[in-house]
């Protein structure tokens, strides 16, 4: 696994041990920050990375320019590896984790550009409640902001969560990005 572009282009990153944490692939990131680039919704912007994992989406987020990232992940094994990779990089003090989890953060922080989520995939739940949370809570968006969560591909999202509607899905290999927009902040 390593930084796809950016300033950190190149640099490998560690991802946790055991199987309970399944980071992006490399491909996928890239697609994802592809996309995100093209609408100018990365550099100087705030980004959440809710089950952050290695930390590496939040990482590709900082080293292509975003203002202010924050990781969300509660799991040992993970935070672990969101340090060791923030330290090996020298942005330990940019990059911003919530140990806690998503929602405390969500609840303490607000008006991001782009929150991408990636849960397990098998836990459905995590799925529901984090959309469902976001939906009810437009304030954790910025104004003109995204929500972006990578799931299995044999698992659907549905279109609507509250206020975010899915305004795209793209498909790759076993995955899919289901991108969401807030009504009331178009």
């Not at 911003?96 to 989890?101: D, F, L, N, Q, S």
């Not at 782009?114 to 995939?121: Q, T």
Request: net charge positive; hydrophobic share 45%.
């Amino acid at each position: 696994m390593r930084v796809i572009a950016g300033k950190f282009r190149s640099r490998r990153l560690q991802a946790p041990a055991g199987m309970e944490t399944r980071p992006t692939s490399d491909r996928l990131r890239e697609t994802l920050f592809n996309v995100l680039d093209a609408g100018g919704r990365v550099a100087g912007k705030r980004f959440a990375d809710l089950y952050a994992g290695s930390g590496a989406v939040a990482i590709e987020a900082l080293s292509r320019g975003a203002r202010e990232v924050w990781a969300a992940e509660n799991a040992p094994e993970a935070l672990k590896a969101i340090r060791a990779n923030a330290a090996a990089l020298g942005i330990a003090a940019e990059l911003k984790v919530e140990m806690r989890g998503v929602k405390p953060l969500l609840k303490k922080q607000g008006g991001f550009d782009v929150i991408f989520l990636d849960p397990p995939y098998e836990s459905v739940v995590e799925y529901s409640m984090t959309l469902e949370f976001l939906g009810r809570h437009a304030e954790t968006l910025a104004p003109g902001g995204i929500v972006v969560a990578e799931h299995s591909r044999k698992n659907s999202l549905l279109e609507n969560y509250g206020c975010l509607r899915r305004t795209r899905v793209l498909l790759q290999g076993d995955a899919a990005l289901s991108f969401y927009s807030a009504e009331e902040l178009s």
